[in-house]
């Protein structure tokens, strides 16, 4: 970012004269604000903050912190940066303001120029008098307040004839008006002048404004070799069974391939075991790739002129205009994923950010200096594709078209395009239709002519042409890789600079996902001429389109007979564009769409079952099928279910079914509650989703966004689109009321945020109700720590935590919980006193002593290990004596600089939420009797008693947190520790549950 401190001469007073960057403005007599600023966010006392209305959207000019509204400014400067004075002021005249209203009712009102007279003769005239104005707008305003004045009458209905209003299809339409204002003076190049100094280059870094592009290459070549050297990444290939193993050795390693794939790569994993496949690799001889693609890539540029289509508005330059920072770099590799696959060069992110540039001053450097040049480095150019089969059918996958080229170029460029984009992000609006192979035969040319028509900076532009010229990629496949490629025309599917903008027009005439377009049309001579149009734009660019991959229908319902195809053929370049017909469907982002019927139902539980079958026979442990089911199983039913507006019955099926698998993979009983599947984690269930109830929270949610829609079309269609039947039921499965009063009023009123917040709140306080199950389970409600395991099962055996679950959920197969129901001996089968219970068996029984008193003793060495570690002397059960008292027998003494700390810690089985507290103050009332006597056995000053409490299930008592800060252990370190006597908790009882199975068995 430039240096936008104001400054003055020696002598004079500071000039406080705004220096703008869009909506913020930054005032300081002190030229060299931004060095005190340095690689931190707060402000200098010096520098006042100025924020200008009206508002538009862009990035914090320090941090790049996306700004949506004024207020998200007002608060982002004081918070973030810790402005002392914040200043708004009218962009347009420049005045200062009080405050954000009285700056947003002045900006809706200023004028840049003086107050319009009705005598002058301008542009727009009214019709009814002599008065003149200079905007439509003004025209507006006046024939609003002289009733009809102004108006035009109209001559006939529209849409009379179907041909009328496209005379002029093809002239140019006028220049747009430049909303924005442009600052003329500044360009990239001039604000990086102002803005960088000697001082911020690091040692080893490039001067963005001395370092030419010949030594630009050569430091970059230095660099990745230094990245290479200091950051190695080793993998390790599974271990291959020797031939005698060979019997048994199919299972198992089987069952090692797929925990090294599962442990290394997850999705690759789940595409095995769900698809059946591995990593596809293209199978194609290599001549025919190569020869493909030269034709594509390498082929004569056919781009002609953008033509009547070059009429575009002027870009926003500002936030380009500035920088690149150290914190941007940072923030970007803190955005970007650890495990994306390198390019041609072998770096990924570890490379980047372990060791070699720490504070991304190096990478900035090189950036700045790359846009100052508006040239990248030609180790920068080159790339890797690798193909993505785009269909699972293997016949398809033998045609080329049916693989999809995914270009990687170098980290450090996916790094740097990642920066520019985050801080330029627009929306503007495609046409749809399926173009052939749209990415890649993208003129260069064209690229560069919307760059300049739209007013881009010079630099940026050169940057942006440079980057794609002398560049190339080599095709990887199974049989190898081609020779490099020139990419001569095409741009990269990968790059995150690559297209994803979105225009909102004001009529309806397409919908657009990518290169997949749909036209749109009220009769058959409309959709006419957008095929003309379209057949315009596809000359001038030099694009193509699949014409066997599109489709279209023309309904008609005279006298309320719906006809389908009744009418001539549409063509596309004289191309007749295929029918689809009245009993047949065209698949559209996911989902069928036909004539006649629209989308057409799915089926969920028929695409869950399958799915199911093969997580169950997959080598997979339980507590991975459950992961594999959640992150990659039931999302690929989601999307279908809430498109086609499943009803609750078949949702609640599939419910069934999922709920079903899940318990056979943790050998869970049938009779286990729903609620341990659906509460959340910090409540002490596995977090599973809810078909029945999300999808229609889902669909509740997008219909009241689409109901306040801030745009004008899509809040004016909402109501005519919406299926209030459907939705009705979806309102009462996910908010649990009825409707009151009118459905499109609740959609149009009801914040989105609030719908379906707490079903998993009612989930766990249905489950705490039930009689047997639900007990203690109060305990455990808004425990994050206790609950950690569920998540997180580290600490854990597998066969641990099945019996933590059932546990958990009071079905450990005792003869308490078998006889639920029915008369029948209860008699405990281990010691032959009591009732044979959870609680008896975990906290009473005497057949199970040696194991509670081994659960104990393990808690007391790691609370030894840890205080020895804090420095501190540990006496472990030392017998402490008093002639009144008698003797008592603490578990730990920790004695440190004439202080004493008496621990005792305790085991329980947590009933209710008051049973650790109650276990902790006896042991505290039982010791603190003892306190004259320890301190005259160790010559103490002063002794502390404390219960270390905690629940056989696995509770964390708040108070033990008190028993660690006493010890010294840094808060950053209780968390974790706690978690870890949490499960170690669990783990001694499961150990006992364990005996007493083996126990049971055999009597």
């Known amino acids: 970012m430039a240096n936008l401190a104001s400054t003055s001469s020696a002598g004079a007073a500071p000039s406080l004269a705004p220096r703008l960057a869009g909506n913020v403005t930054f005032l300081s007599p002190d030229r060299d604000w931004r060095r005190a600023l340095g690689s931190g966010s707060k402000l200098p006392a010096t520098v006042t903050v100025g924020l200008g209305a009206p508002w538009r959207e862009l990035p914090c000019p320090l941090c790049c912190v ?38 947003s009712c002045h900006a809706a009102k200023c004028g840049t120029g003086s107050r319009v007279h009705p005598t002058a003769n301008h542009t727009f005239v009214c019709g009814a008098c002599s008065s003149s104005f200079s905007t439509k707008r003004g025209l507006s305003i006046h024939a609003k307040k002289h009733g009809s004045a102004g108006r035009e009458p109209r ?58 592009p ?164 030609k180790l920068l150019k080159c790339s890797r594709t690798t193909l993505v089969p785009k269909s699972s059918d293997q016949v398809e996958l033998k045609g080329i ?89 095409g741009v990269k599917q990968g790059n995150p600079m690559g297209s994803g903008y979105t225009l909102s027009g004001q009529r309806i005439t397409a919908l657009a996902y990518a290169d997949d377009l749909v036209l749109l049309s009220g009769s058959w001579a409309g959709m006419a001429v957008n095929l003309r149009i379209l057949e315009r734009f596809l000359e001038h660019t030099g694009l193509d389109i699949k014409i066997k991959k599109c489709g279209g229908f023309f309904l008609r319902a005279p006298n309320q007979i719906v006809t389908v195809n009744h009418c001539a053929d549409w063509s596309i370049h004289s191309i007749p564009i295929p029918w689809i017909g009245e ?73 069934l079914e999922i709920r079903n698998a899940v318990k056979s993979w943790l050998h869970l009983s049938p009779s286990t509650a729903d609620g341990l599947f659906y509460s959340a984690k910090v409540d002490g269930g596995l977090g599973l989703p809810r078909l029945e109830k999300q999808i229609a929270i889902c669909q509740v949610k997008r219909w009241c966004k689409m109901m306040q829609a801030k745009d004008a079309k899509c809040k004016v269609l909402a109501p005519a689109l919406l299926p209030k039947a459907e939705i009705a039921k979806r309102w009462k499965v996910a908010t649990e009321v009825e409707v009151e009063g009118s459905l499109q009023a609740s959609l149009a009123t009801t914040d989105p945020a609030v719908i379906g917040r707490k079903w998993r709140v009612s989930e766990f306080e249905r489950w705490c109700g039930l009689r047997c199950q639900g007990r203690g389970l109060a305990t455990f409600a808004r425990d994050p720590i206790s609950n950690n395991w569920l998540g997180d099962p580290w600490g854990l055996h597998e066969s641990d935590y099945i019996l933590a679950l059932q546990l958990r959920s009071s079905t450990v197969s005792t003869l308490t919980t078998l006889s639920r129901g029915r008369r029948r001996n209860t008699t405990c089968r281990a010691c032959g006193r009591g009732w044979e219970g959870i609680i008896h068996v975990v906290s009473q029984c005497r057949s199970f002593k040696k194991n509670r008193m081994a659960n104990h003793n393990n808690i007391c060495r790691l609370l030894s290990i840890i205080g020895r570690t804090l420095g501190w002397e540990v006496k472990r059960e030392k017998r402490i004596t008093c002639p009144l008292l008698g003797t008592a027998v603490p578990d730990l003494i920790l004695i440190k600089n004439g202080r004493g700390l008496v621990v005792d810690v305790a085991i329980c089985y947590e009933v209710k939420p008051a049973t650790l507290r109650r276990r902790a103050e006896s042991k505290v009332n039982k010791y603190d009797k003892f306190a004259p006597s320890i301190c005259n056995t160790f010559c103490l000053t002063g002794v502390k008693t404390y219960g270390f409490v905690l629940g056989a299930r696995g509770k964390w008592y708040e108070g033990n947190s008190e028993v660690l800060s006493e010890m010294g252990l840094p808060r950053s370190r209780k968390k974790a520790l706690a978690k870890l006597f949490s499960a170690r908790a669990i783990r001694g009882t499961t150990s006992i549950l364990k005996v007493f199975k083996k126990l049971s068995r055999s009597a």
């Open 401 to 489: 078209d049916n693989w999809r080229p995914i270009t990687l170029s170098s980290s450090i460029l996916r790094l740097f395009s990642k920066i520019l984009s985050v801080r330029h992000k627009e929306t503007l609006a495609v046409v749809f239709i399926d173009l052939a192979r749209a990415f890649d035969s993208v003129s260069h040319k064209h690229i560069r002519e919307v760059l300049v028509r739209r007013k881009v900076d010079a630099g940026i532009c050169d940057l942006i042409s440079d980057a794609y010229r002398h560049t190339s990629s080599r095709v990887l496949t199974k049989r190898g890789r081609t020779r490099a490629i020139q990419l001569k025309v």
């Open 66 to 103: 996306p700004l949506k509204t004024a207020k998200d400014g007002f608060a982002h400067f004081l918070k973030k940066h810790q402005a002392r004075n914040i200043n708004w002021f009218c962009l347009k005249c420049n005045s200062l303001k009080p405050g954000l209203q009285s700056a």
């Open 155 to 212: 001559t006939g209905e529209p849409g009379d004839d179907p041909t009328s209003g496209f005379e002029g299809l093809f002239t140019p339409l006028p220049p747009p008006k430049n909303k924005l204002g442009s600052r003329p003076g500044r360009t990239l190049k001039s604000c990086l002048e102002r803005t960088i100094r000697d001082e911020d280059v690091p040692p080893g870094g490039l001067h963005p404004l001395k370092s030419s």
């Open 214 to 377: 010949a030594l630009v290459n050569r430091t970059l070549s230095f660099y990745i070799r230094q990245m290479r050297r200091s950051n190695k990444i080793f993998t390790r290939k599974p271990r291959k069974p020797h031939r005698l193993c060979a019997a048994r050795g199919n299972t198992s390693s089987g069952f090692r391939t797929i925990q090294y794939l599962y442990m290394n790569n997850t999705a690759a994993a789940a595409s095995l075991i769900l698809d059946g496949k591995e990593a596809a690799s293209c199978n194609i001889p290599l001549r025919r790739i190569e020869k493909t693609y030269s034709e594509l890539w390498e082929k004569e540029d056919r781009y002609g002129e953008l033509g009547v289509f070059g009429t575009l508005p002027e870009a926003d330059n500002e936030p380009l205009l500035m920088a690149i920072t150290p914190n941007e770099v940072m923030a970007a590799l803190r955005g970007s994923k650890g495990k994306s696959a390198p390019g041609p060069d072998g770096l990924r992110k570890p490379h980047l950010c372990n060791g070699w540039d720490k504070d991304g001053k190096l990478l900035a450097c090189l950036y700045n200096t790359i846009l100052y040049n508006s040239k990248l480095p």
């Open 583 to 655: 009993t047949q469907s065209y698949r559209y982002l996911g989902v069928d769409v036909s004539p006649k019927r629209g989308i057409l139902p799915f089926d969920p539980r028929k695409e869950i079952l399958p799915l199911l079958r093969k997580i169950s026979k997959a080598p997979l442990k339980p507590t991975q099928k459950v992961k594999m089911l959640l992150t990659y199983g039931i999302l690929r039913v989601v999307y279908g279910a809430d498109m086609s507006l499943v009803g609750t019955v078949g949702l609640r099926r599939v419910d």
